[in-house]
Nanobody, 117 residues
């Protein structure tokens, strides 16, 4: 059974930093990543990282956020720097299992990040 457990959200002032963590278990994941959803908006890509350590970032976070992965521990991290009020959202950990014929996406329960003075 796949489980994704996020931690590290909270309240931070503009310009501050936060680090999100996600512990993934129950399978071998080709891709781990983070998505976010703000009130009234669609869920959007924040960052993903493959097992080959190829990274992809959403345009709004490039240069400010860094995704990393610890393969041995099946952990994925999101270091968020220079946070802005528009980064306020629920952040979801995402894990992808890829087979020959299909892709399976799994989601964590979400962790709230609020950027406000």
């Amino acid at each position: 059974q796949v489980q994704l457990v996020e931690s590290g959200g909270g309240l931070v002032q503009p310009g501050g930093s936060l680090r999100l963590s996600c512990a993934a278990s129950g399978n071998i994941f080709s891709i781990l990543g983070w998505y976010r959803q703000a009130p009234g908006k669609q869920r959007e890509l924040v960052a993903t990282i493959t097992s080959g350590i190829s990274r992809n970032y959403g345009d709004s976070v490039k240069g400010r956020f860094t995704i990393s992965r610890d393969g041995a521990k099946n952990m994925v991290y999101l270091q968020m720097n220079s946070l802005k009020p528009e980064d306020t959202a629920v952040y979801y950990c995402n894990a992808v299992v890829v087979t020959i014929s299909k892709r399976y996406d799994y989601w964590g329960q979400g962790t709230q990040v609020t950027v406000s003075s």
